[in-house]
Every structure is written in structure tokens, then in C-alpha cells.
């Protein structure tokens, strides 16, 4: 699938390329931008007709799209034009997507990230190959032209005799890149006639450099990245504050372009203020990225989320079903993702006397049982659910309210096992235990119930 405006950089690409006998299908968007639009898309099919080779075309408003989306008219046009190339692309089982960057264009590239400030990855400018790329994992985006200078592409067509499309916006100085090509760069050749291509060696050497750096990430990042769902990604902490400066940078924009394969330019502020959140010590938290995304510590780990992202509650208790259970003593119960709870033997009070008054656990709570049926229950959380928490005086507080306080997310809450004798709700694990069944100086024998994850799960 090969890219052709009818510029003269194209059209030497798709001369090339026929020349060379690959199968090709010409693809040509029409931008509305200029008046002469029109005509350069019957050319491009005239000549793809000459050549004997497949044509597609789409007409795009480029200024709509740009206004929708707030991007420049420069980078809605280049959006759009690889969202038609990869969409046809994928119609044809096309081995590629060619398109004809240059030499010329790669210098303005480094140059416009270095002015706009760049690290690695924006110094090196394109590669050659592009693949995973952000518009298709499993077909490569392919620029054979980048060593190639415009006067080189010029003096071919001269001696093919061809004759390129001249596209007046490219004299346009309202455009970046153009009072780059027209302003800048000659400027600097009068201090050093051969800047252009120094840049373009040094991005060639960056491009190196960089490979070698992504080999690193990319074995760090498999034990980074713990979980991925569906605008999610579970991050290991552990790993991301274990790996070297570079590594960490690289690692969290990996995770953002993950979520968001098609964002460019997130600012080196945007990565440090990630970075400086995933390098805190702390239980909770929150912090905003860039694009919607944003970086959240939640009950011992640590999301990278869309907003709007259904978090999984892995790692969490949760019954596996609505319907009460029956929980003897002694007896266990297994919930959701390997967790058990577990009512103990019964045990006579003055010898565990110390344990029952010094319970520091939230996972674990003491019952009279004396104070309880043979038989309660585990069930979810109901509407309007109260429990009178020991130490409060017998006032009672929402199962709701209790859930916000000790910081169990909002989506592990409504499968969230509530221990029970009848209507009565005796123990909310891993927040507090109710004065119903509490152990009293009369208290002669007691039973544990605890709550935790199996060892021989995962």
C-alpha cells in the first residue's frame, strides 16, 4: 500500500517501487485543503492507470476533524491520512504501508523536536520500520526514501521525466515545519554548510542507541506490566523503582502508549510527575497523566487507568455468589481468587486471653460463642446494612460509610463478604467488628475468624 500525494517524493517512491516489481496498490487521500485537491487525486489515479496498478482514494474534511479533536491542521492531516492508509491496508492484506519521507524531512523532524524539546526517542526521529506502530501491530510502516536527499529525488524524476505535483502549501510559513525548511535551516547552513546532514547522521546514531535501550525496557517491561484489561494496566512497583533513571522514563511512557497507541508528544513533565507518584511510598492515591489517563495506588497496588476503565477486583474478597452462606464452627468457606475464610476451633478464653484483647488485624476478629448460633451466615452487602462497631457506644454507622473509611474501592464493595448471626452483622472484614457476638469479661470461650488469600493460589 504505498502513499502517493503526487509530490515529487512519492511519485520517485511509487516509480521505484514499480520499477522494481513489487505488487502495489496506490492510495491517495484528498485533503480538501487546497483548491487544486481535486485535480492532483484524478493524476495520482491517471497515473496509477498507466502503471496498470490498483487505485484507492477517500476525500477527507481535514480542517473538521482538526477542529473536533483540537489538533493542528498538520497533525489532523497526518492522523487522518494513516488511519485511510492502514484502513485499506487491511482490506488488501497488504504486506506494508510505504510512504515517501526523506532525508530532507527526517532533519526537520530532529530539528523540530530538538527546538520543541525531545529526549531519545524524538532526536532519533523515524525509523525506517515502524513495527507495532500506532496505527497496526502486524503490518510494518515502511519509509525506504529516509537517506535519500530531495535534490537526489529531483535529478530522478529529471531523468525519468516525470513530472511532480507542486504543492503551494509547502511555501506556506504559517506552518511549523515550513518556517523550519525555509527560514531555519538555511540559517544554520551559513554557520555550517553541512548541518543538514550532521543532523541527520546524529539521529541515525540516536536511532542506534536507542535499540539497544529498548532491548532493556522490553525485558523489564514484562515484569512491570502485571495485569491488562480493557483501559487498565496493573503496574508492579517494585519493579519500576528497581530500574535505573532511563528505564523508568521509558517504562511509564511504554504504559501510556499502551492505553493510548495513538498520543504523541507527552511531555517530559507529564513523565516526571508519574515517575515522582510511582516512586512515593503510600497506601493511596491518585495522579492525572495526560489524555485521560491517570496513575492510581489503591489497597496495595497500583493501576495505570482510562477514565471511565472497569477495574478488575482481583486481589480482593468477593463471594461468588449473592445467596447467603452457611459458615459452621469450625468451618471454611473458599471465596473468589483464592480467598478463604475460616471460623477456628473452639478455644477456651483464658488461654488465648492476649491474643483476643491484642488484635491489631483487620482480617481477623474474636467471637463469643456462647453469643452465636450453631450456624450464621456470609452474605453481600444490602441496601441500608448498619452494623454497631465496638468502641462507638452502640451507635450504629452504614456498611457504606464504614467501606469508604478503611479505602476498599468502590468496585470490590458490593461482593464484599459481611459475616452474620440472622440480620444481624457481626464482623465486616478488613474494617471492624460489631458489639453483636463480641467477647466480654464473661466471655469463657471463643472462636477466630479470619479472612486472607491461600498461599497455594497464583
Request: glycine letters at 8%.
Amino acid at each position: 500500500m504505498v502513499g502517493v500525494s503526487g509530490g515529487p517524493d512519492s511519485l520517485c517512491l511509487l516509480d521505484l517501487l514499480h520499477r522494481l516489481g513489487y505488487p502495489l496498490v496506490v492510495a491517495h487521500l484528498n485533503h480538501q485543503l487546497r483548491p487544486e485537491a481535486d485535480t492532483e487525486a484524478d493524476r495520482v489515479k491517471a497515473l496509477a492507470g498507466e502503471m496498470g496498478l490498483a487505485y484507492v482514494t477517500r476525500t477527507m474534511d481535514v480542517v473538521a476533524f482538526a477542529l473536533e479533536h483540537s489538533l493542528s491542521i498538520e497533525e489532523a492531516a497526518r492522523e487522518l491520512r494513516y488511519r485511510f492508509l492502514y484502513m485499506q491496508a487491511g482490506q488488501v492484506d497488504a504486506q506494508a504501508v510505504v510512504v515517501g519521507h526523506t532525508a530532507d524531512d527526517q532533519v526537520e523532524t530532529v530539528l523540530m523536536h530538538l527546538l520543541r524539546g525531545a529526549g531519545l526517542d524524538g532526536l532519533r526521529g523515524m525509523p525506517f520500520r515502524s513495527l507495532p506502530n500506532p496505527w497496526d501491530a502486524e503490518i510494518p510502516l515502511v519509509r525506504p526514501l529516509l537517506d535519500t536527499w530531495r535534490e537526489q529525488i529531483a535529478a530522478y524524476l529529471d531523468e525519468r521525466g516525470l513530472r511532480a505535483s507542486q504543492d503551494a502549501s509547502n511555501l506556506d510559513r504559517n506552518y511549523y515545519r515550513n518556517r523550519l525548511r525555509h527560514d531555519v535551516l538555511p540559517f544554520l547552513e551559513k554557520h555550517s554548510p553541512h548541518v543538514r546532514r550532521l543532523l541527520w547522521r546524529s539521529a541515525e546514531i540516536l536511532r542506534q542507541d536507542a535499540l539497544l535501550l529498548e532491548d532493556i525496557v522490553e525485558s523489564a517491561w514484562g515484569q512491570f506490566k502485571a495485569e491488562q484489561g480493557t483501559g487498565y494496566l496493573a503496574l508492579n512497583e517494585a519493579v519500576f523503582r528497581g530500574q535505573p533513571l532511563a528505564s523508568q522514563r521509558r517504562l511509564l511512557r511504554k504504559a501510556i502508549g499502551v492505553l493510548l497507541p495513538g498520543l504523541r508528544d507527552v511531555t517530559f513533565e507529564t513523565i516526571e510527575r508519574g515517575r515522582s507518584f510511582l516512586l512515593e511510598i503510600r497506601d493511596t492515591g491518585q495522579c492525572s497523566l495526560v489524555g485521560g489517563l491517570f496513575l492510581l495506588r489503591q489497597s496495595g497496588r497500583l493501576w495505570l487507568v482510562s477514565w471511565g476503565a472497569d477495574l478488575p477486583v482481583t486481589g480482593f474478597p468477593q463471594l461468588l455468589a449473592d445467596a447467603p452462606y452457611p459458615l459452621t464452627i469450625p468451618g471454611e468457606m473458599i471465596l473468589a481468587d483464592g480467598w478463604v475464610l475460616q471460623a477456628s476451633d473452639v478455644m477456651e478464653m483464658d488461654r488465648v486471653r492476649q491474643y483476643v484483647f491484642d488484635n491489631p488485624d483487620p482480617f481477623q476478629a474474636w467471637l463469643d460463642v456462647q453469643a452465636l448460633p450453631e450456624t450464621f451466615q456470609v452474605r453481600r452487602r444490602r441496601p441500608g446494612d448498619r452494623i454497631m462497631p465496638l468502641g462507638m457506644g452502640g451507635h450504629s454507622v452504614k456498611i457504606s460509610d464504614m467501606m469508604v473509611n478503611a479505602k476498599i474501592p468502590q468496585r470490590a464493595r458490593p461482593a464484599w463478604p459481611l459475616v452474620c448471626a440472622g440480620e444481624e452483622i457481626l464482623w465486616v472484614p478488613g474494617c471492624r467488628q460489631g458489639m453483636a457476638g463480641s467477647v466480654s469479661v464473661r466471655t469463657q470461650q471463643v472462636t477466630c475468624l479470619s479472612l486472607k488469600k491461600s498461599e497455594l493460589v497464583g
